[in-house]
């Protein structure tokens, strides 16, 4: 029990890879066995993280739950795990998600033990970016998941993966690039990777100069190849034309993955990293990510409502959400130390747990149908409410909590960024409306063209009510959409002290 | 305590009863509806209650019954929720329950519960009708029983759940919870027979249509929440403090105060959801809905919420002004789209055929006079004509589904199809359907002004008193013209519907419908006559002095004093104007329409024959939006972001750098790899092998060979190091 508290993230963080080797060994062709251990070894992270939300106290400041021991030592780098309120929640979404991907994946026939290996490594990688506190070990991580998500779509991808799989792995590593050097950079000049450390020494390095140059030159340089590394990773415009195509040739659960997690490790990239350890230049910048998140936000939801392949649609519109917790992080950049900068950035970490659910639950349901009509053609759906009514309700309601229905989770989030940004960037905030009533636009249409309309007669007997294993899938999002919609403080409250703190 | 508690609940029986049916009582539609009525009936008794205790608190305006709870934490503090009920309110919460309840009510009988299964019919469409051997060995149809019953009663019920949330809430910000469900009611119920391709179309529209609005509102809400740190209302709109601050600080914003930029984004809101001008597309076609549908959208809910959040935001939009003053600017739009508003729809309601299309644009007509009052600064004339026209509207919305019922029985019976909604198919139907004409007739009067019975004549007055004696001659003249039209428009529906003969078998078989549909017809027109006696104006002659204005006295403390001293000019003008155009529009469209035979064109088409066109098309706004905004943006989408920007542009520079990093490397290859790099190598390879070749030969295998070799290097080193020894000794 002891050991078990101690090494709460260590435990989170590894038991899956543990899971991954043991599932190396099982015989091939024990499909059943493969997948119920899969689930099983991603659900025991869940568990672990929900003990971890109920042992985390909101009202501490600093990081919890810290693990440290030495890792590289000639270059002082350290496995040091620790997290605050802003990556409990990002575990608690990571570890969420894992299973129900794991669950949406039964349907899988080819290759089932490498996929589920691949997903379990994924899940690593994913949460060490959120829970390590070691800048490099940070990079490691980022890298690390990139890798199974890049197997995932190119072998079990749609007809398009070749195509998606490199533009995903290339776009990302052009960005890791800027990063890598920027990281060592600064590990180099302040003789440690320790994020703790630097957050309190780097910011404060403001004279002299570096390599020739004058520092601040240096930084700005520095802050740029961390930005344009989590920009395209978010992704921020214009560095999103990888997401479409990625999202849309993954299988669904790796869909669900991507847009639920890995979209997160950008905005989380900005709030864990940018804004502490460059303030000045995150201030000076804040206008051109503002107005990048503007195009992000009307761009999204226009490219969206521009779609008429059904996956695509979905793809698009986390480009449109994803806007918003960009723009509530320039807000916050720009206003820190305000009360509009800690609304904003309580926007910004609900609208990344909220887009979460819902975009996770979306392209879960696009699959749904998917897997039944073997088409993702919104034209070729047609009244299909009458159909699957059950099906349709879910939809219906997945799709609501996309749009922001206040009542669902969206809302609450969509406001406070709102709210935050308002007072700092009012012209951009007033623009990202066009982009607000453009998401009920596509959100319309997709509804429109697959459940209203004429019945079309092709489906007649060809397309069964939703299963029960999918409704397992879809129900847990449900509830958690309609519970922070209805009573946010449960989680606001545990991100409003981390903001607090930070911002 | 009781009553706080009362108040928190109030909404929740319609919500339960939306989940219930939704998750489990769905395949039962007795149960469903017995649910939904049931919660109905609850949250209308908390509401009488609630109502009978907020008229007898003393002081209620400066004294509301509230209690709030923190709802989630901004940093520091936390932003709170919670329930209020001030004189508003109750008001609000009295036409809300009873019209909530005659609508459910109406609903068993609308959607033919008890009648049989249709012979076809499928989810999605309207029932179609059954057929039923009779005992007379005839077939004979009859209306069948709504496929989709339940859902019908779960989303009513989540639709009543969003309005009382709206109406008991504290602060704009659950206001604007309970506003966009019924948004969403309203998408899901205009569209709920989805499978019709009109149907669809118009839930968008109507979903999109009032988003517009929405989305300004919810700037305004940042706005103002981040301006003054809370959306309560009391602390709010009963500061005057802030509100004069509020008013006198430049917001930057097309040189408004901060009252004013945020009165107008908020008012912008109502103008999507009480649709008026250029927003107000959206209404008529929310008729694709069933006929509750539509008496919940304009007259329970939706639009009434719209001018209900106007009416709240008045103490702020009229801050700094002073009775008899010019107008701010905020208060101008307003008063000038109001009225605007309620003249455009007049005349585009008398080109109208279909019978709900008519009250449609009346209803959008009246809520003009609402919002062209509240412009005025008639706060309390505006409030007053939201009751009673919820009334009388929902009286008239319900009545029209009762004729259409009606009617579809004699298509069902004749078997020969027409349009039942056609009110040129009809006619003589006040025989047929007594109950549905005279209650339908206390409506229309209601709805034209007609002098001292009806309720709509009181409200109507005040609003006219209120817009002459503020000396807004423009706004008075323009809504004296809407009067003048709608008292046409109205009898002539009444006479196309009702009087003469019938002008088609269907009309002849027509048949009056069941108790569950006449009686909310007969409850509705009770409040549609008593309700205008709360309001009676003071001034008015006579009448004025023997019975107290209660409304006024108790919705008109909601303002500061200073706001309510009304203009003291008290003019007979307006009085005789309302009498002159409700008498008038009345009578003449009784002297052109009463007898009018089968297929008798309109005999306006025949007078003004371009004009009659422009408004039977409604001016032909559909299509210039659809060219101005609807096509572009498709454009701006489809062709602009997805194909220009993002494969072409986008894409195409991130493939030129593909392209340029292959071709980099392909001729890097080829001029440097294949020819330096290789070639050195080769190069270098092959001389090793070749010499290894030519040593070759000498590795015969045998050990004679290898023996004279091996001697012969022997010797060979032995005389090179006797050399070397000797030549370095000397």
């Not at chain 2, 009859?142 to 949330?165: D, G, H, T, W």
């Not at chain 2, 072409?648 to 490397?665: C, E, N, Q, R, S």
């Amino acid at each position: 029990m002891e050991f078990l508290f101690s090494h709460l993230l260590t435990l989170i963080l590894f038991l899956p890879t543990l899971f991954a080797l043991v599932l190396l060994v099982l015989p091939p062709k024990e499909v059943k066995l493969i997948r119920w251990t899969a689930l099983i070894a991603s659900l025991i992270p869940l568990g672990l993280s929900l003990l971890l939300w109920f042992r985390f106290n909101p009202a501490l400041t600093g990081f919890q739950f810290q693990e440290q021991i030495t890792w590289y030592d000639a270059i002082h780098s350290m496995y040091h795990l620790g997290i605050d309120g802003i990556s409990l929640t990002m575990v608690i979404l990571t570890t969420l998600l894992t299973p129900l991907a794991i669950l949406a994946s039964f349907n899988i026939q080819d290759r089932v033990k490498a996929y589920m290996i691949l997903f379990l490594l994924l899940e690593t990688g994913m949460l060490g970016v959120f829970v390590t506190l070691d800048l490099l070990l940070f990079f490691v991580f980022w890298e690390v998941g990139l890798i199974p998500m890049y197997f995932l779509i190119n072998q079990w991808g749609g007809a398009n993966r070749g195509y998606a799989s490199l533009k995903f792995i290339l776009y990302t590593m052009a960005g890791s690039l800027g990063l890598l050097l920027a990281i060592q950079m600064i590990g180099v000049l302040a003789g440690t990777y320790d994020m703790q450390v630097l957050f309190k020494v780097w910011p404060g390095i403001q004279q002299g100069m570096l390599f020739g140059l004058p520092v601040g030159t240096v930084k700005a340089v520095a802050f740029w190849a961390f930005v344009i590394a989590f920009a395209i990773k978010v992704p921020v415009w214009p560095f999103h034309t990888w997401l479409p195509d990625a999202h849309t040739e993954a299988p669904t659960a790796g869909s669900m993955l991507l847009a639920g997690v890995l979209l997160k490790l950008g905005g989380y990239g900005f709030l864990r990293l940018v804004l502490p350890l460059f303030p000045l230049e995150s201030k000076m910048f804040a206008g051109t990510l503002a107005l990048l998140a503007t195009l992000a936000i009307i761009l999204g939801a226009l490219g969206a409502y521009g779609q008429n392949d059904f996956k695509r649609l979905v793809a698009y519109s986390s480009i449109n959400h994803m806007g918003f917790v960009v723009l509530a992080i320039a807000a916050a950049a720009w206003a820190a130390g305000t009360d509009n900068a800690v609304i904003a950035m309580n926007g910004a970490v609900l609208q990344m747990f909220n887009h979460g659910l819902s975009a996770a639950g979306m392209f879960f349901l696009v699959g749904v149908i998917y897997d039944r009509t073997h088409t993702r053609d919104l034209n070729a759906y047609g009244g299909l409410f009458a159909l699957t009514p059950i099906y349709g309700g879910i939809l219906l309601f997945t799709a609501m909590a996309s749009l922001g229905l206040p009542g669902l989770n969206g809302f609450v989030s969509e406001f406070l960024v709102v709210r935050g940004a308002w007072p700092v960037f009012t012209l951009a905030t007033a623009l990202s409306m066009i982009g607000l009533f453009f998401t009920g636009a596509y959100v319309l249409k997709a509804l429109k063209k697959v459940l209203h309309g004429p019945l079309n007669e092709r489906w007649v007997g060809h397309l069964p009510e939703i299963k029960p294993r999918e409704m397992a899938v879809i129900a847990p999002l449900m509830v958690l959409i309609l519970s922070i919609g209805i009573w946010p403080s449960w989680i606001l409250t545990v991100i409003n002290h981390a903001v607090s703190m930070w911002f | 305590m009781i009553m706080n508690t009362l108040i928190w609940l109030l909404p929740l029986p319609p919500l339960l009863a939306f989940f219930l049916i939704v998750l489990f009582t769905n395949r039962s539609n007795r149960l469903s509806h017995t649910l939904a009525i049931g919660a109905a009936l609850l949250s209308w008794a908390g509401a009488m209650y609630v109502f009978w205790g907020a008229i007898h608190v003393p002081d209620l305006a400066q004294n509301p019954i509230a209690s709030a709870i923190n709802w989630f934490p901004t940093g520091n503090t936390w932003f709170r929720i919670g329930v209020q009920i001030d004189p508003l309110s109750t008001v609000a919460l009295f036409f809300v329950a009873w019209t909530i309840l005659m609508i459910f009510i109406y609903s068993v009988g609308y959607h033919n519960y008890g009648q049989p299964k249709g012979d076809h019919d499928q989810p999605g469409l309207p029932p179609h009708g059954a057929t039923l051997a009779g005992k007379d060995g005839h077939e004979h149809h009859v209306p069948s029983i709504e496929p989709m019953y339940a859902r019908f009663f779960a989303f009513s019920s989540l639709f009543a759940f969003a309005m009382y949330l709206l109406v008991v809430s504290d602060n704009l910000l659950t206001l604007y919870i309970g506003w966009e469900i019924m948004g969403l009611c309203s998408y899901l119920l205009i569209g709920f027979w989805y499978a019709k391709e009109s149907a669809r179309n118009a839930a968008v529209k109507a979903f999109l249509t009032t988003r517009v609005g929405d989305v300004f509102m919810l700037l305004g809400l940042a706005f103002l929440y981040s301006t003054t740190g809370t959306l309560n209302y009391h602390e709010i709109f009963g500061n005057p403090a802030l509100l004069e601050k509020l008013a006198t600080t430049g917001s930057g914003i097309l040189g408004l105060s901060v009252a004013g930029a945020i009165g107008l984004l908020l008012f912008l809101g109502t103008v999507g959801k009480s649709a008026q001008f250029p927003l107000h597309v959206w209404l008529p076609d929310a008729m694709e809905g069933p006929t509750p549908v539509s008496a919940m959208i304009h007259a329970a809910t939706m639009v009434s919420a719209g001018v209900y959040l106007a009416i709240r935001i008045f103490p702020l939009v009229s801050a700094g002004w002073i009775p008899g003053t010019p107008l701010n600017t905020t208060m101008t739009v307003m008063a000038l789209i109001g009225a605007f508003t309620a003249l455009f729809s007049a005349t585009i309601a008398v080109g109208q055929n279909d019978i709900k299309r008519v009250l449609a644009y009346s209803t959008i007509s009246q809520l003009g006079y609402m919002i062209a009052a509240l412009g005025v600064g008639a706060y309390t004339a505006a409030a007053f004509h939201l009751v009673t026209h919820a009334f009388f509207k929902a009286l008239l919305f319900l009545g029209s589904g009762s004729v259409i019922h009606g009617m579809e029985h004699g298509v069902l019976h004749t078997g020969k199809h027409v349009d039942a909604q056609d009110m040129f198919n009809m006619g003589g139907l006040r025989k047929k359907m007594p109950l549905t004409f005279w209650t339908f007739l206390i409506g229309g009067l209601a709805l034209s002004g007609f002098p001292l019975v009806t309720a709509g004549f009181w409200s109507k007055d005040e609003i006219l008193a209120g817009a002459f004696n503020g000396g807004h001659l423009v706004v008075f003249i323009t809504l004296a013209l809407a009067a003048l039209l709608t008292a046409f428009y109205t009898m002539r529906q009444i006479s196309l519907t009702f009087l003469g003969k019938p002008r088609t078998p269907a009309a002849e078989h027509a048949q009056e419908t069941g108790w569950t549909m006449t009686l909310p017809l007969v409850v509705l027109a009770f409040f549609a006559v008593t309700a205008g006696w709360a309001g009676i104006s003071s001034s008015f002659p006579g009448l004025g002095r023997l019975v107290p204005n209660w409304f006024e006295g108790f919705v008109g403390t909601m303002l500061a004093e200073t706001e309510t001293a009304a203009a003291a000019l008290h003019s007979l003008v307006p009085l005789f104007t309302s009498l002159v155009v409700a008498l008038g529009g009345l009578a003449l469209g009784w002297w052109v329409y009463k007898d009018l035979p089968l297929g008798a064109a309109d005999p306006l088409q025949n007078v003004f024959k371009g004009f009659y066109t422009l408004l039977k098309k409604k001016y032909y706004l559909d299509e210039a939006y659809d060219f101005l905004f609807v096509g572009p943006s498709h454009w701006i989408a489809d062709v602009l972001t997805a194909e220009w920007v993002d494969r072409k542009m986008i894409d195409g520079f991130l493939h030129g750098v593909a392209k340029l990093a292959l071709t980099l490397g392909t001729t890097l290859r080829n001029f440097f790899d294949l020819p330096v790099v290789n070639g050195t190598g080769d190069a270098l390879g092959e001389g090793v092998r070749n010499f290894g070749t030519s040593l070759k030969v000498i590795q015969t295998g045998r050990v004679q060979q290898y023996l004279i070799i091996g001697v012969l290097i022997l010797v060979t080193v032995g005389i090179l190091f006797y050399f070397l020894l000797t030549l370095s000794l000397i």
